[in-house]
């Protein structure tokens, strides 16, 4: 029985084959709707939105996002939805349009909505029982806590499933 033997040149071609045919597979695949998944909050603990004599504080939401067919963002349009727990009160944001990179339609990535305490934004307002009162100080109700739901919209008016932050608490100074 003869033995095989590879030489220098066998290893190479054997080599370069492999590469080729891993550089040459498709490209994931996504649904045409956008899904988003949570990732985290920079911190959970924050002086309620007052006044401009404050610090001024944030706290970031990140969450990544798939879609399909490519079409998530629209400079012209609102297309990030944050939904406050206690009141259902949407603050609206634009995700500017995401350019399609590589030879398939579907498109990938990470989202970080940055929200401050300032006193114009009202992210971080605390609210109390029995009154329409917002964001003033209580030593009565030294904390409130809400959390945020997000979902995201193509261009296709495809909304995304929905997440979840984590709950974040109001300090009410």
């Known amino acids: 029985m003869k033995s095989m033997s590879f030489t220098p040149l066998t290893y190479w071609i054997v080599a370069t084959t492999l590469i080729l045919t891993e550089s040459c ?3 994931p695949e996504f649904p045409n709707e956008p899904v988003i998944e949570y990732i985290g909050l920079s911190k959970n603990t ?3 939105s007052r006044s401009s004599q404050l610090p001024q504080d944030t706290i970031e939401i990140s969450f990544k996002f798939t879609d399909g067919d490519g079409n998530l963002g629209d400079a012209d349009s609102i297309n990030i939805l944050l939904s406050d727990s206690r009141d259902g009160f949407n603050h609206l944001f634009k995700i500017g349009e995401i350019p399609q990179l590589g030879a398939g ?3 990938q990535g990470n989202i970080k909505l940055t929200l401050t305490n300032r006193s114009d934004t009202r992210y971080f307002c605390c609210t109390f029982p029995n009154t ?3 964001c003033i100080a209580s030593t ?3 904390k409130d ?3 945020y739901s997000i979902k995201v919209k193509d261009r296709a008016g495809n909304w995304s499933n929905t ?3 984590e709950n974040i608490t109001i300090l009410c100074q």
């Open 25 to 27: 597979s498709r490209p």
């Open 46 to 48: 924050i002086i309620q």
């Open 105 to 107: 339609r579907g498109i």
């Open 132 to 134: 329409r009162l917002t």
């Open 140 to 142: 009565s109700f030294p």
């Open 145 to 147: 806590s809400l959390y």
């Open 163 to 165: 997440i979840k932050t």
